[in-house]
């Protein structure tokens, strides 16, 4: 018998899909019986093993409420600026994941003294793409 996990995930949609050189991490959400939505989030990372060979690690988290949430459990001081989106940002989402990545960047920028857009301006091009371009005909690379 499936679990409640496995019931709802059966009815997931991919809200963000994101990555870096190492890993990257999928957000996608699901429907609550109440209404409204619950994001669940998982991903991969390389790690060293024992004798220091890489090996990739796959690694999930807890559903959160929401999906400021989710991209806290990516990296809680924000980096997740600097990863890179490999597919479409899920439509609902788009405004608000632009309006989350400049609230970060303004936040890391105030703590490190730095400027996300002139720091890693392929991210923050590849961001923008991803936030306002249609999506028909968009080539992913």
């Known amino acids: 018998m499936a679990t409640k996990t496995q019931k709802e995930l ?3 949609e991919l809200v963000l899909d994101i990555g870096v050189d190492g890993g990257g991490a999928t957000i996608y959400r699901t429907p609550l ?14 790690a060293l ?7 990739w690690r796959h690694w999930t988290r ?3 409420p929401t999906l400021h949430d989710a991209l806290e ?14 597919a479409e940002i899920h439509p609902e989402y788009r405004l608000l994941v ?15 003294d730095a400027n996300w857009s002139s720091d890693d ?21």
């Open 98 to 112: 632009w309006e989350l990545l400049l609230r970060t960047a303004k936040h890391r920028a105030a703590e490190d």
């Open 73 to 86: 459990q990516v990296d809680r001081d924000g980096f997740w600026i600097y990863f890179t989106p490999c």
């Open 10 to 12: 059966r009815f997931k």
């Open 121 to 141: 301006s392929h991210a923050s091009d590849a961001w923008h793409h991803y936030c306002f371009s249609p999506a028909e005909g968009r080539r992913h690379d």
């Open 33 to 46: 019986e109440r209404g409204g939505w619950e994001y669940h989030m998982g991903g991969t990372t390389i």
């Open 62 to 64: 807890d559903p959160v």
């Open 49 to 55: 093993d024992d004798d220091d060979n890489e090996e």
